[in-house]
């Protein structure tokens, strides 16, 4: 079956299990079996179609009974059984479409692991054999479990099985790996905990719908919210993912900004070493950077680096677009497993020179990175011969005079499950961007990252001061839709004016501005005497064009800033709107009073020409050309000309506005804009035309 029409009959039968239909789900599953075929040795090849037909006669039966009207309290419990048989069922259906794509890296994979002669042995290929897993039955989940539990068994094949069962059932979703992740985040090391926890909390997500067919599933997440170390690990995973939806603008800022400025500070430092890498120490005695403080003041390279090292102390991956560049280059980046087995020099890719590369040790202490970071800096040392390494390794040892201002970013105090977290997922944040053969891969990282947006996820951030914490966290972020998520679990009489502020705030900013008005209303309620929210509310509603309650506002913000003349110009541009000049005139003569030659004299000009008083518009205007005019003031003084019937002057001033614009020549809608106040006092449209060839004349 060709991919295309597979996933219509796959989407066709999930979307219909989900909405509950079942007659629909199975004609659409009845479609999966006639075009496909399991290998001939699994056990899928007879028991699916055996599951398919009896699912479809149970079914029958079910309806027959409903319809002789006959009582059956197990009815409902039945269907929702039956519903989920059906994704079962839909789910080997779709592993067995992976299998038959020629270029499916699954299915590379599959063929790879069933021609072995022998059992896996090593990690890559223990990785590769669960990977490409069909969905497991209960004797090869025990099988796992026990693994897990044998205390022979090394952390780093833990770690790796725990990824190996994520990437599994991501391909196809498997109930039995899901809960073994869930496991696994409670009771493993921390190095395997990590990859569990963020493994078990990424299924989650992407099969939330479908969570409720699996009462189990929902069983264990009830029993994990009394579990504080679970649910403590859980909040530094959210925390992290947050981290990751601003990894592109933190890629952006370190690419533009940072990396230019630290690469001419390496420059610097390669004129010195002449190459040599064997002098560090010494080259380090002698300070590279004597400007590092002067005066009191940083040097740009010194503030670049402060932002680079914030952004790692905070969690962002500051080496993803060097390592984006150096992966392409690398075959070894090819294999799905080399992205996820721990980070060893006994790795074969390092052949013999592994014992060479271990003087890296010194910059992986001093500063621990990620594994596949690990292995990209290695690949980036492959030229040096093992001397050169022997003396990087050597300086980076010595190199202890770290300028004073900086020791304690260095110090992050990050604890092993946090680090742990984090690492994990900037090597899967890379490998689903990264990876050659990742758009056969729905990318995780493009979801819904707010673990409260998800039920089953919502009770874990019922605490208030936790909910309050990331809801802060967020809005610092300038996340506002995941912002407004967590302030939502706030009840409403625990709202402070504060945070509805946040939260009409987020909302404006979101792009939802009748709910941010009430939230401000709100908080409004709370501290009558806001000046910032009654600012807002004046100013949002000035943007919806509801004048008069935008004058309410401003008014009331008046009475606590009677001085302020920005305020007033908004009162007057408010009156204005309203077509109420006179009151309009009273409030700009008092901000032009306050603040002579400043915004209120523009503001009163343009109130003459609205209230047809041209003549006291062209004194203001008059005024305002000798006060370094703008291409804005010049066009308007234009009008104010031209309906004094001075028309050589209102060419000018035209002109002098397309000069001002670094214009050529005036367009066809020039006075689009204003056309209709130009109109009001007699100008026709030849008239228009005529003015706009003077102009073009006067250019040319």
């Known amino acids: 079956m060709d991919a295309k029409t597979f996933q219509v009959l796959y989407d066709d039968a999930v979307k219909a299990i989900l909405r509950e239909q079942l007659s629909d789900a199975l004609s659409a599953l009845k479609g999966l079996a006639v075009n496909l075929q399991f290998p001939a040795d699994s056990w899928q090849a007879v028991m699916i179609p055996d599951a398919l037909q009896q699912l479809t006669e149970n079914y029958r039966m079910l309806l027959h009974y409903w319809e002789k009207g006959m009582d059956d309290p197990a009815r409902k419990a039945m269907h929702q059984q039956f519903l989920r048989q059906a994704l079962e069922i839909a789910d080997n259906y779709y592993f067995a479409q992976l299998l038959e794509e020629d270029y499916s890296y699954f299915a590379s994979v599959w063929k790879r692991t069933h021609e072995r002669a022998s059992a896996a042995s090593g990690l890559s290929e223990k990785f590769e054999a669960t990977f490409a897993s069909a969905p497991w039955g209960k004797e090869e989940a025990q099988m796992q479990r026990l693994r897990f539990a044998d205390a022979t068994i090394s952390i780093e094949e833990q770690q790796t099985m725990a990824t190996a069962l994520f990437l599994s059932a991501w391909e196809v979703f498997d109930l039995n790996k899901l809960q073994i992740l869930l496991e696994g985040a409670v009771s493993a090391p921390p190095k395997v905990r990590a990859r569990c926890i963020v493994g078990a909390l990424l299924l989650l997500i992407k099969y939330a719908g479908r969570l409720r067919f699996y009462p189990e599933v929902e069983s264990q997440l009830t029993l994990l919210q009394d579990d504080a170390a679970f649910v403590d690990a859980l909040h530094k995973v959210q925390a992290q993912l947050l981290l990751s939806i601003q990894t592109q603008q933190d890629n952006q800022k370190m690419r533009e900004d940072i990396m230019p400025e630290l690469l001419k500070a390496a420059h610097k430092l390669k004129d010195l070493t002449k190459g040599d890498l064997s002098n560090l120490a010494e080259i380090n005695e002698t300070h590279l950077n004597p400007e590092w403080d002067a005066g009191g003041e940083k040097s740009k390279i010194s503030k670049k680096m402060h932002e680079f090292l914030e952004m790692q102390q905070r969690g962002s991956d500051t080496f993803y677009t060097t390592f984006a560049q150096i992966s392409r280059q690398q075959a070894f980046f090819n294999d799905a497993a080399n992205w996820f087995v721990p980070f060893s020099y006994s790795n074969p890719v390092f052949g013999s020179r592994g014992e060479a590369y271990s003087s890296m040790d010194a910059v992986f202490n001093n500063r621990p990175v990620c594994d596949t970071e690990k292995y990209c800096m290695v690949f980036m040392l492959q030229s040096l011969t093992d001397e050169q390494l022997h003396n990087l390794g050597n300086g980076v040892r010595k190199m202890s005079d770290i300028p004073e201002e900086l020791m304690d970013t260095f110090d992050s105090g990050e604890e092993e499950l946090q680090q742990q977290i984090r690492f994990y997922l900037q090597d899967l944040y890379r490998f689903f961007h990264l990876f050659r053969f990742r758009s056969e891969h729905n990318n995780p990282f493009k979801l819904d990252l707010t673990l409260i947006s998800y039920p089953h996820l919502r009770p874990f951030f019922s605490?208030?001061?936790?909910?309050?914490?990331?809801?802060?966290?967020?809005?610092?972020?300038?996340?506002?839709?995941?912002?407004?998520?967590f302030f939502m679990v706030i009840p409403p009489e625990q709202r402070t004016a504060s945070v509805l502020e946040k939260m009409g705030y987020a909302e404006e900013l979101w792009g939802f501005v009748s709910e941010a008005v009430e939230y401000y209303e709100e908080a409004l309620r709370l501290h009558p005497d806001s000046e910032w929210t009654l600012r807002q509310l004046g100013r949002l509603h000035v943007a919806t064009g509801s004048y008069e309650k935008a004058l309410d506002f401003y008014e009331r913000l008046e009475a606590l800033c009677p001085e302020d003349t920005d305020l007033l110009l908004r009162i007057g541009e408010c009156y204005m709107s309203l077509h109420q000049p006179k009151l309009a005139f009273s409030v700009l003569y008092k901000?032009?009073?306050?603040?002579?030659?400043?915004?209120?004299?523009?503001?009163?000009?343009?109130c003459s020409l609205l209230s047809g008083n041209t003549e006291q518009a062209e004194t203001y205007y008059s005024k305002i050309l000798t006060l370094n005019p703008s291409a804005s003031d010049y066009f308007n003084a234009g009008h104010s000309a031209w309906l004094n019937h001075d028309i050589a002057e209102a060419v000018r001033r035209y002109q002098a506005c397309a000069e001002s614009s670094k214009l050529d020549f005036v367009a066809p809608d020039f006075f689009d804009n204003d056309a209709w106040l130009l109109k009001e006092y007699g100008v026709t449209r030849n008239e228009l035309l005529l003015m706009r060839d003077a102009i073009n004349n006067k250019l040319n």
């Open 591 to 606: 901000a032009d009073y306050l603040q002579p030659e400043g915004k209120a004299l523009r503001a009163l000009a343009w």
């Open 463 to 485: 605490s208030v001061p936790i909910a309050l914490q990331f809801a802060n966290s967020c809005f610092k972020k300038e996340l506002w839709k995941e912002a407004l998520s």
